[in-house]
């Protein structure tokens, strides 16, 4: 109105513009949506939409699932639940489907996942009666029985201390086929030979692991064990290490390294493992010595040590041993323990295997479905010195850059940075975001995308124990998390994680983005 009092010469041109622009925007969108709800363009722009979809993935058959999956989200639908019987389903460890797969070094028993037509699109349920799971430190001692009802372990391996059911429980005496009188005996024996105490050792693997009541006892003494072994006749070894809130991973030493980095682990047990050590031209025990850090610690309990009729193996064994120029340390019973020497000074004496070392060239770290090598890692083909002795004890070990980090670019300014980060985001989680990391409630964590570890560093004050994960098709920065004394995987996000159902308290995830694009390019990879 006040416009229309004014004078010709006192009217603001600019002001009339603007307002014609909001006018005509305004009636623009109005227009627009009528098109697109009430006429059949609208029908043709989304189809146009699902092509350009279709077109932006590389699997045909993966695409059109994916545009199904939108268009199901549209209307709201749930997504229904899988079927009873499968509520331990792992989608890369199925019995049934890798039961027809080749038996040669244990080929079926490896990871082998489901073609996409093939894929589960279903929420896989808890079984009947599932109950919030004992907290820690509890769960080390008892867990609920209705949470993985199954019997087999406890009725096969009860008088060897593995487990039992007591009522509503199972009860974890901490007992193993090697030490039936308990994890805490057995580890006080090793004691005798290798520096449990102390913070010398720090990262241990346990092979064959049982119900991991070794790894289990170890955490008291500052030392972390992964543990693993395959899904097997045992049903669920590893299903009930996790629900007891100890590290563990279902894996298989087959035709492929194991997804963990050179060197890394200060301690490697096999505890009646069964593993044939010397077989395959002592493939086997080549791929132990590759985890293993120089100067770490190799204690095989059972067969073939000073076992009855097995006098040949045992022989074998030895001769690997000491044709990779290990220190034997000590036989005690049933027993042995090595010491792996420190660099690549040592050659190979002259044996009956031919062991050879591998090219310069070789990156003993690549260990993402890669083939088993039948030549010995060079520790030299790694930067920076990771050999026991030399790298700081625990836990000074977790805060300073490791060697390993310090030769990268920009290296020890990117660890630096990264610890500072995540010190203050964990702060915020536990302060503003209500994240009940510190208490009971959270045990299990697994950090799908953990660079330096730096996550996991900030919650070592907290009963927790990490899994760190770090994308296969990233940089390789999984040996500087095993140098700060965590633990971790390598992984491929396109494909199932290698667990059972309900694994894990809090999954925990930064730059996600970081994992959907290709490696240098903005393309999108399809989780």
Request: proline share 7%; aromatic share 10%.
């Amino acid at each position: 109105m006040g416009h229309l009092n004014l004078p010709a010469s006192k009217r603001n041109p600019r002001q009339w513009k603007l307002l014609d622009l909001v006018t005509a925007t305004f009636f623009g969108l109005v227009f627009l949506f009528f098109l697109l709800v009430f006429t059949p363009l609208g029908d043709s722009l989304a189809a146009s939409g699902r092509q350009t979809l279709l077109r932006s993935t590389s699997d045909p058959r993966q695409r059109h699932r994916l545009v199904a999956l939108i268009e199901a989200g549209q209307n709201a639908q749930p997504i229904e639940a899988c079927p009873a019987d499968e509520v331990d389903h792992m989608p890369c460890e199925d019995p049934r489907r890798n039961s027809q797969l080749s038996r040669e070094m244990n080929f079926y028993r490896e990871r082998h996942c489901p073609p996409v037509e093939d894929t589960h699109l279903c929420l896989i349920p808890p079984p009947d009666g599932y109950k919030i799971s004992v907290q820690w430190p509890q769960s080390l001692h008892k867990i609920w029985h209705a949470n993985m009802p199954h019997d087999k372990i406890a009725d096969r391996k009860g008088h060897q201390g593995w487990m039992k059911k007591e009522g509503e429980h199972f009860i974890f005496p901490g007992g193993g086929t090697m030490f039936p009188e308990g994890a805490v005996q057995y580890i006080e024996k090793l004691g005798q030979y290798i520096p449990i105490k102390g913070g010398v050792l720090r990262t241990a693997l346990d092979m064959g692991c049982g119900v991991a009541s070794w790894g289990g006892y170890l955490l008291k003494e500052g030392i972390l064990t992964l543990s693993f072994a395959p899904r097997d006749s045992h049903k669920a070894q590893i299903q009930f290490a996790l629900e007891r809130g100890v590290p563990a991973f279902v894996a298989m030493l087959g035709t492929r390294r194991l997804p963990y980095p050179a060197f890394s682990f200060d301690l490697v047990h096999c505890s009646r493992c069964l593993i044939p050590f010397t077989a395959y031209n002592a493939s086997y025990f080549i791929e132990v010595n590759r985890l293993l850090r120089p100067g770490g610690y190799l204690v095989i309990s059972g067969p073939p040590v000073q076992w009855a009729k097995q006098d040949k193996e045992w022989a074998d064994l030895q001769a690997v041993a000491r044709a990779l120029c290990y220190e034997l340390i000590a036989v005690d019973g049933n027993t042995v323990i090595w010491k792996k020497p420190a660099g690549d000074l040592c050659l190979l004496n002259q044996n009956e295997y031919g062991l050879e070392l591998c090219d310069e060239s070789d990156d003993p770290s690549d260990a993402w479905y890669f083939k088993l090598k039948k030549c010995v890692s060079r520790t030299s083909a790694v930067k920076g010195d990771c050999t026991i002795g030399t790298i700081p004890k625990w836990p000074d070990r977790l805060t300073k850059a490791p060697s390993r980090a310090v030769h990268m670019k920009n290296g020890l300014d990117l660890f630096d940075a990264d610890t500072r980060r995540w010190l203050r985001r964990v702060a915020y989680y536990k302060n503003n975001l209500n994240v009940k990391l510190g208490t009971p409630a959270i045990r299990n964590v697994m950090d799908m995308n953990a660079f330096f570890g730096s996550f996991a560093a900030a919650l070592m004050p907290d009963p927790v124990w990490v899994m760190n994960v770090v994308p296969a098709r990233k940089p390789s920065t999984l040996g500087v998390i095993y140098d700060r004394g965590l633990i971790g995987v390598y992984h491929d996000w396109c494909e199932p994680f290698s667990t059972y159902p309900r694994s894990y308290d809090l999954i925990h995830v930064a730059g996600i983005e970081s994992l959907l694009k290709l490696p240098g390019s903005s393309k999108n990879r399809y989780l």
